[in-house]
């Protein structure tokens, strides 16, 4: 089993930024890859970013590239990260991590948090 929780939502005003974390314990050996994905109301869960669990490969939705970025923290090496900027009200969702594969698609990641809400005001 893997547990993951997430943190670093909140309230952030059209153009700023926020950084969420994701912290992963239990069976971390045998997560490849770990994801961010987000859900607004009345919407389908959205793949937002993956990253392999080595740290090697990322991959991002067009909706958030270049805005985005997903990283692994090397020391603290069972955490990883999603920094937001120049965020936008259509941004404002519940943000979940994920552990599974490398893949954009919610069905192939096993392990999910609890989310964490992301609000962004005009």
């Known amino acids: 089993q893997v547990q993951l929780v997430e943190s670093g939502g909140g309230l952030v005003q059209a153009g700023g930024s926020l950084r969420l974390s994701c912290a992963a314990s239990?069976?971390?050996?045998?997560?490849?890859?770990m994801g961010w994905f987000r859900q607004a109301p009345g919407k389908e869960r959205e793949f937002v970013a993956s990253?392999?669990?080595?740290?090697?490969?990322?991959?991002y939705a067009d909706s958030v590239k270049g805005r985005s970025t997903i990283s692994r923290d090397n020391a603290a090496r069972n955490t990883v990260y999603l920094q937001m900027n120049s965020l936008k009200l259509e941004d404002t969702a519940v943000y979940y991590c994920?552990?599974?594969?490398?893949?954009?698609?919610?069905?192939?990641?096993?392990?999910w948090g609890q989310g964490t809400q992301v609000t962004v005001s005009s």
């Open positions: 990253i392999t669990w080595t740290g090697a490969t990322t991959y």
């Open positions: 239990g069976r971390t050996d045998t997560i490849y890859a």
């Open positions: 994920a552990a599974g594969s490398y893949s954009s698609r919610p069905n192939e990641y096993r392990y």
